[in-house]
């Protein structure tokens, strides 16, 4: 089994931290926004991807990569996010329905809080210190685990 991790953590790299914690128990290849394209995807069996939530989006590059996805491209795939709030299903749902309304399969939906020292949090140092931290990093590698057991699952034909 092979995922590719699609990301762009241009703010304090908090998302590449949740990515990295991915590959530690996984097949998982990390790749930034700027150097994919559908082309590559050719070689996964699933794609994932994931951003900082920046005014209450992914990043803009994520969502055009998204709306851009053709049937040609594996249809299992995965949405994650850091953000001030960690508002889960607020911040993934709008890629997570773009995705199935491309016909992919969506396998989860993972996201926790993160630093974040933008505008007025920049006054006062920042909220959120010190995350992701070990329990984020532990939280993304079971939900890592779980998005490939659920592709298993999919692709387990029963013999009868
Ligand atoms: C320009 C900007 C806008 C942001 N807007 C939001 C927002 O609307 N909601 C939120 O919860 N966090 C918001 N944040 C906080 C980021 O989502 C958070 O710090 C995230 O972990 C950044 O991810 P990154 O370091 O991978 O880029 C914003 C941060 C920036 C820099």
Redesign the pocket.
Same mark, same amino acid.
């Given at each position: 089994m092979k995922i590719l991790v699609i990301i762009s953590? @241009?703010?304090?790299? *908090? @998302?590449?931290k949740i990515a990295e914690a991915m590959a530690k128990n996984a097949p998982v290849t990390i790749a930034e926004i700027d150097s994919v394209s559908e082309h590559d995807l050719r070689d996964y069996d699933i794609v994932g991807l994931g951003?900082?939530?920046?005014?209450?989006k992914h990043d803009a590059k994520i969502i055009d990569f998204a709306e851009n996805l053709s049937d040609t491209s594996t249809p299992y795939m995965f949405v994650f996010s @850091?953000?001030? @709030?960690g *508002?889960l299903d607020k911040n993934n749902k709008p890629l997570i329905d773009l995705l199935k309304s491309k016909n992919k399969i969506v396998l989860g939906s993972f996201g926790c809080k993160?630093?974040?020292k933008?505008g007025p949090f920049k006054l006062v140092g920042g909220i959120n210190k010190g995350r992701p931290n070990e329990n984020d990093y532990k939280q993304a590698r079971m939900f890592i685990e779980s998005v490939m057991q659920k592709y298993k699952d999919l692709n387990t034909k029963t013999v009868k």
């Open positions: 953590s @241009t703010h304090m790299g *908090n @998302t590449r951003s900082g939530i920046y005014f209450g @850091t953000s001030g @709030t *508002n993160a630093f974040d933008f």
